[in-house]
């Protein structure tokens, strides 16, 4: 699979150098770094084909994803904060209701001891899902952190309700 991928971003590249502004080479070089994981050459690639084609719908759709994971590889990987907080800032400009980018910045904002934003930005997605237990739990530990256990009691009775009000599998008969 990554040797076909390393062949795709070299056929995009050849289509690119015979026709400059084909915005869909750029596209598919994009999604190959994409699954390369080398978000870096993924976001720059969308950029060129959204250079090209200001309104190109796939690159704006994926655009925002390449700097999610950038951001996310960023932070758990590297342990780049800052670098993290950028990309995820930029894929919440972008794509401003995507639950997993707000999560990801709360993550942030609360490993960066910035309790205010990460509050900010659980709130956001928790209020986006809130049949998400998790994202209310995320949402009660800021608060926590930040010195409101009153609020943080609260956002983590609600997570445990939902929890609660989650069916159980039932167990299987021999």
Known sequence: KMN????????????????????????LEGNAHYYLKSYDEAIKAYRQALAINPGYREALQNLPLALRDAGRYAGEVKGDLASAIAYLSEADQLQPNDYETLRLLGVAFGI???????????????NLRPDIADAWK???TAYFASGDPANGQKFLERATALEQQT????????
């Open 4 to 27: 076909m991928l390393q062949q795709a971003v070299g056929h995009a590249r050849r289509a690119q150098a015979l026709h400059p502004t084909y915005s869909n080479a750029w596209l």
């Open 112 to 126: 960066s001891q910035q309790h205010d934003k990460a509050i900010g930005y659980f709130s956001r997605a928790a």
């Open 138 to 140: 995320n949402l009660s």
């Open 167 to 174: 069916p159980s599998k039932p167990s299987e008969k021999k």
